[in-house]
């Protein structure tokens, strides 16, 4: 039973209390998800955090269909953000791969290491050249958000 905050406390902020059950289920989703705390809290549990936060009026009841933007936690946001990057740095190895098979087919001719390493450069710094645009793109976003507390 949650005793802190009280449920009276709470009920006044939604009109009933199915509509307070999702409301506090949909922010410690958030929550579980990385999302940024908004009130500082002793609680480990993310139910009881996301009701104080409601307590609080640090979230709101919002009728309709939102997409609000959400910010992560650092950790978070720089775990996915390693994470795709691991994945692009997967998926160029196998496009590298490709490419020197195509090539090597499509000649009919074996290339010696020296055309492979070419090769190799042009493409890495295409894949290179992607992902500082991509790097500055999230680096933009991260800022942003940063801004916007």
């Not at 992560?72 to 740095?89: D, G, K, V, Y």
């Not at 042009?122 to 793109?137: L, M, R, Y």
């Amino acid at each position: 039973m949650l005793v802190k905050p009280p449920m009276e406390k709470l009920l006044t902020k939604a009109e009933n209390r199915y509509t307070l059950a999702i409301l506090v289920a949909k922010r410690a989703r958030q929550l579980v998800d990385g999302a940024q705390p908004l009130t500082d809290s002793d609680s480990p549990n993310l139910v009881t955090l996301a009701c104080e936060e409601l307590a609080a009026d640090t979230v709101r009841l919002v009728r309709g269909h939102v997409n609000p933007h959400i910010p992560l936690r650092p950790e978070i946001e720089a775990a996915r953000l390693a994470a795709r990057n691991a994945a692009l740095n997967a998926s160029s190895a196998e496009a590298i791969r490709e490419e020197l098979d195509q090539i090597a087919g499509s000649t009919g001719e074996d290339f010696d290491e020296s055309d492979a390493k070419i090769i190799v450069e042009e493409i890495e710094k295409n894949i290179e050249a992607q992902n500082e645009a991509e790097a500055t793109e999230s680096e933009a976003m991260v800022d942003l958000a940063e801004t916007e507390d």
